[in-house]
């Protein structure tokens, strides 16, 4: 696993990698929000 993430550093340079947030949308239903981690998403957030 040392040299995949060694891999992964390199491929990434010296920028702080971060995951995208994940955040909410409005599910088909009210009790049941979807969740999502596309970083780019473009669809409206649900604010908690
Ligand atoms: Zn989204």
Same mark, same amino acid.
């Given at each position: 696993? @040392?040299? *995949? *993430?060694? $891999?992964?550093?390199? @491929?990434?340079?010296? $920028?702080?990698y971060s995951e995208p947030t994940p955040h909410f949308?409005?599910? @088909?239903?009210d009790s049941f929000p979807e969740v999502c981690f596309e970083g780019g998403c473009s669809r409206p957030h649900?604010? $908690?």
């Amino acid at each position: 696993m @040392t040299k *995949l *993430l060694n $891999a992964i550093r390199r @491929t990434f340079g010296d $920028a702080p990698y971060s995951e995208p947030t994940p955040h909410f949308h409005q599910g @088909t239903s009210d009790s049941f929000p979807e969740v999502c981690f596309e970083g780019g998403c473009s669809r409206p957030h649900l604010h $908690a």
